[in-house]
């Protein structure tokens, strides 16, 4: 069931990027370098959430499609910036070379200024949708502070600035909060408000969000020490050769796996709290984030 959802709404997704993206107007090579990246493919996790809660609702997924979208460039953007020299240095990305091997530094911190930028006009799409307008600006506002330096961008820089030092639990931890689950729990909080959640839904869904963030990067980091580099489409180790702290590395890996656990099944809890009409799919995507190899 779950396999075929995500199909289909990656899909939906998809479509509705490449229509986001047929812009008018740019340098051919901008628009190139953006579309490299986005067209990559990926989990399309953080969109599908946005979807998904939506379908939890009752309300049809058509309402977030921008919302969506727009996710996903700012997504792709920290990815374009994360692998540059400057930063992780990395050669690979989803099983393909990095955005700045093929098109060049410059361009690719363009590529990803630009796809920064354009999630925001993409965002304000959604009121075509159906979304209210006060609910988008509201939205709006949510996904620059989760992505901004309170946000995602201030988990990057703590996990910089981490590198080559042990990290305390409670400093790793709030490097994971940031830097990869606050972008989720957007994802989760602006599903919720397109569907005029109540304050006791938003507030659930809330804890939902952010214990599947935790679970997504702990397995994160086991998957960097244990997973299948076919799959994952980038080297193994790179934590490891960055020297940078990680679960595995302060906890072990079995004291990992139960904190993985824990997250997902507090995850679920959260879920039944909000008591939604129809939340199998998102409590399937937690223990999905669990079991995922890649």
Do not use: W
């Not at 090579?29 to 996790?45: D, F, N, P, T, V």
């Amino acid at each position: 069931m779950l396999a075929q959802y995500i199909a289909d709404r990656s899909h939906a997704v998809n479509k509705s990027l490449q229509q986001y993206l047929a812009l008018s107007d740019v340098p051919a090579g901008l628009l190139e370098a953006m579309s490299y990246s986005i067209e990559a493919g990926g989990k399309r996790l953080r969109p599908i959430l946005v979807l998904a809660v939506l379908d939890a609702f009752g309300k049809p997924y058509e309402m977030g499609l921008a919302i969506a979208c727009a996710v996903e460039m700012i997504h792709t953007y920290s990815l374009i910036h994360d692998d540059l020299p400057a930063m992780d240095n990395d050669d690979f990305r989803r099983g393909r070379p990095t955005n700045h091997k093929v098109y060049g530094e410059a361009m690719a911190i363009l590529a990803g200024d630009a796809l920064l930028t354009q999630a925001f006009e993409t965002l304000c799409e959604a009121e075509r949708a159906g979304v209210p307008a006060g609910d988008v600006l509201r939205i709006s506002r949510e996904m620059a502070v989760y992505a901004g330096p309170k946000g995602m961008v201030g988990g990057q820089v703590a996990d910089m600035e981490g590198e080559n030092r042990t990290l305390t639990l409670g400093e790793l931890q709030y490097i994971h909060r940031h830097k990869t689950g606050d972008l989720l729990v957007f994802c989760v909080r602006a599903g919720a408000i397109a569907a005029g959640a109540t304050p006791h839904q938003l507030a659930a869904l809330t804890r939902y969000g952010e214990h599947i963030g935790l679970a997504f990067q702990v397995k994160d980091d086991i998957l960097d020490v244990a997973g299948d580099e076919a799959k994952l489409g980038k080297p193994v180790g790179s934590d490891e050769k960055s020297h940078k702290s990680t679960y595995p590395s302060l906890l072990g890996m079995e004291r990992s796996k139960e904190v993985l656990s824990h997250s997902v099944s507090e995850a679920k809890k959260a879920l039944r709290e909000a008591g939604l009409a129809n939340d199998a799919v998102l409590a399937e995507l937690a223990a999905y984030i669990m079991e995922r190899d890649h």
